[in-house]
C-alpha cells in the first residue's frame, strides 16, 4: 500500500532555530497538507497546497511557517525562528483531487528547547 | 468555518460490548466524513468514511451513520476487543476544501 513517508521522526531544535520538516507524498496525488497535533490535542489543519500553491491556510499558518515543493517528489514545512509552543507533532498528508485516499505520514515529532 | 465536537472524551466498555462515538458538525457545505483511530505516538489511520449521499456504511465490525439533517455523525464499533483500544478522531470537510476539521477525539478503552 502507497505512504506518505516522513523525514526526520524526530527533531530537537532551539528556540529561535530554523527547522525544515520533510515529506514524500503519495507519487499520484495531487493535495498535500500540513497538520500539527501538540501532545494530548486534536489534530489542526495547517495548510494545503495544490498545482504549486497554497490553496488554504489556517490561522496558525502565519509567516513563521512556509511550504514548498523543491522538486517533483519533496513537500516540505519551514518554520523560521521557532518557539517553545511550536512543539508538536507535524503530519504530513496527501490525497487525489477529489480528496479521497486522504493518506497521513508516520509525523515528526519537534521539540524546541 | 467548520467546527466539529466530538463526545465522549473517554469511552470505556468491556470485551464484547458496542461502543458508539458522536460528532456534530457546524458547516452544512461539508460532505465528506472520516473516522480515524489514532494509536499512541502513531499518525492518524482511516478507519472508515462516509459521504453526504449516503446514510450509512458498514465494514466488518465498525460502521458509520451520517444524519444531514440533523449535522451528526456516529461510529459504532461491535464487539469490540483489546486492540480497539486507541484515540479515535471523527473530521469533517467539504468538497472545495479538502482541509479536513478534527473532533477532540475519544480515548475508547476496551477492558478484557
Known amino acids: 500500500e502507497p505512504e506518505v513517508t516522513q523525514t526526520p521522526s524526530h527533531q530537537v531544535t532551539q528556540m529561535g532555530q530554523e527547522v525544515i520538516l520533510r515529506c514524500v507524498p503519495i507519487?499520484?496525488?495531487?493535495?498535500f497538507y500540513w497538520y500539527r497535533q501538540i501532545l494530548g490535542q486534536k489534530v489542526e489543519f495547517l495548510v494545503s497546497?495544490?498545482?504549486?500553491?497554497?490553496?488554504?491556510k489556517s490561522e496558525i499558518f502565519d509567516d513563521q511557517f512556509s511550504v514548498e515543493r523543491p522538486d517533483g517528489s519533496n513537500f516540505t514545512l519551514k518554520i523560521r525562528s521557532t518557539k517553545l509552543e511550536d512543539s508538536a507533532m507535524y503530519f504530513c498528508?496527501?490525497?487525489?483531487?477529489?480528496?479521497?485516499?486522504?493518506?497521513f505520514g508516520s509525523g515528526t515529532r519537534l521539540t524546541v528547547v | 468555518g467548520e467546527n466539529v465536537e466530538q463526545h465522549p472524551s473517554t469511552l470505556s466498555v468491556q470485551e464484547g460490548d458496542s461502543a458508539v462515538i458522536k460528532c456534530t458538525y457546524s458547516?452544512?457545505?461539508?460532505?465528506?466524513f472520516p473516522w480515524y483511530k489514532q494509536e499512541l505516538g502513531k499518525r492518524p489511520q482511516l478507519i472508515i468514511d462516509?459521504?453526504?449521499?449516503?446514510g450509512e456504511k458498514k465494514d466488518q465490525r465498525i460502521a458509520v451513520t451520517l444524519n444531514k439533517t440533523a449535522k451528526h455523525f456516529s461510529l459504532h464499533i461491535t464487539e469490540t476487543q483489546p486492540e480497539d483500544s486507541a484515540v479515535y478522531f471523527c473530521?469533517?470537510?467539504?468538497?472545495?476544501?479538502?482541509?479536513?476539521?478534527f473532533g477532540s477525539g475519544t480515548q475508547l478503552t476496551v477492558l478484557p
Open positions: 498528508a496527501s490525497s487525489d483531487w477529489t480528496g479521497n485516499g486522504y493518506t
Open positions: 507519487s499520484n496525488h495531487l493535495y
Open positions: 497546497f495544490y498545482n504549486n500553491e497554497i490553496s488554504e
Open positions: 458547516d452544512s457545505a461539508s460532505n465528506y
Open positions: 462516509i459521504r453526504s449521499n449516503v
Open positions: 473530521a469533517a470537510s467539504t468538497g472545495s476544501a479538502r482541509q479536513l476539521t
